[in-house]
């Protein structure tokens, strides 16, 4: 099994920056992986912000936040990076980060283009952001 923490929310002032951390640890399953970050807030279905296949670099966004937001990650640290600039208070959420290993045939592009939570398997426990 893996398993992510999340790290690196808290408050900040509208077009302040903030950086979200995923450590992964555990077992190795696949020689690539999905991994993307979500949000939600009460009421509101979980949104997938942003996503990256680990193998290719390959990233995908969400239109509210390209340009302003990057995900990236780093093999040598198993670590998984929001970087979050210009924010708005629609971006307070909850930043959960999730990750799939594709079963063979299925490739992360796919993954990626549903854009759904339910393609994941693995989740972190959640990190808070506010802005004001």
């Known amino acids: 099994d893996v398993q992510l923490v999340e790290s690196g929310g808290g408050s900040v002032q509208a077009g302040g920056s903030l950086r979200l951390s995923c450590a992964a640890s555990?077992?190795?399953?696949?020689?690539?992986?999905?991994m993307a970050w979500f949000r939600q807030i009460p009421g509101k279905e979980r949104e997938r912000v942003a996503a990256i296949t680990t193998g290719s670099g390959a990233t995908d966004y969400a239109d509210s936040v390209k340009g302003r937001f990057t995900i990236s990650h780093d093999a040598a640290v198993n670590t998984l990076w929001l970087e979050m600039n210009n924010l708005k208070p629609e971006d307070s959420a909850m930043y959960y980060c999730?990750?799939?290993?594709?079963?063979?045939?299925?490739?992360?592009?796919?993954?990626?283009?549903?854009?759904?939570?339910?393609?994941?398997?693995?989740w972190g426990q959640g990190t808070q952001v506010t802005v004001s």
């Open positions: 555990g077992s190795t399953y696949s020689s690539h992986y999905c």
């Open positions: 999730a990750l799939v290993a594709p079963p063979r045939g299925i490739y992360c592009s796919v993954v990626m283009a549903k854009k759904v939570p339910t393609e994941y398997g693995a």
